[in-house]
């Protein structure tokens, strides 16, 4: 049984909505590297996204999933789940990321502003200051499993290439979460 219900993801300045087989995508002044900075805008935009996108108001009253990336602290998850109680779900679910990656594989996410090395001891860092991916991805080689996968929404990944570590990425590289989201199985939450 796959999840039915809204899944929201954030990611760069956009919310991501899951529902009905449905991706939407909107870029919100509210968030900045995938957290929301804004509560009021983020709130108002949230409800006219919905309202936009014809999704029913019988979800409020309901559960919602948000997908919680490794950078997400304890701080961050009582704003959600408090911002989305407000907004009239029962539940906050999250998801977390590290579900939709393979045990075997190093994954770094690339983004429009930030890198996230999915590591033991995960690691963000601001494109603004760093911005020499392979001498990034060079510098944590010691901390990788055999292969490193990129995804996220920079159009440089594929041109991304080290001497020191064999370096992967996905196909829909800058979709890759949200397509795991359309398939993924309900929790027991």
């Excluded at 309202?51 to 409020?60: A, G, Q, T, Y």
Aim: glycine share 4%.
């Amino acid at each position: 049984m796959f999840l039915k219900g809204l899944i929201v993801y954030f990611c760069d300045n956009c919310l991501h909505l899951i529902y009905n087989k449905k991706v939407i995508v909107k870029s919100l002044d509210s968030i900045n590297q995938g957290l929301v900075v804004d509560r009021t805008s983020f709130m108002d935009s949230f409800l006219s996204i919905l309202k936009k996108e014809k999704i029913k108001s019988k979800l409020f009253g309901d559960k919602i999933y948000v997908v919680k990336d490794v950078y997400f602290n304890n701080r961050d998850v009582y704003f959600l789940d408090n911002m989305f109680m407000e907004l009239g779900f029962i539940k906050v679910v999250y998801l977390d990321i590290w579900d939709f990656f393979e045990t075997d594989y190093s994954y770094i996410g690339i983004f429009k502003d930030y890198i996230v090395f999915y590591l033991d001891s995960p690691i963000i860092l601001s494109l603004e200051y760093f911005n020499d991916f392979p001498k990034l991805i060079d510098y944590f080689k010691d901390y990788y499993k055999k292969y490193i996968v990129l995804f996220g929404s920079n159009t440089n990944i594929p041109l991304i290439h080290s001497n020191l570590v064999s370096i992967y990425y996905i196909d829909q590289f800058q979709s890759y979460i949200t397509k795991s989201l359309l398939k993924v199985k309900k929790y027991g939450a």
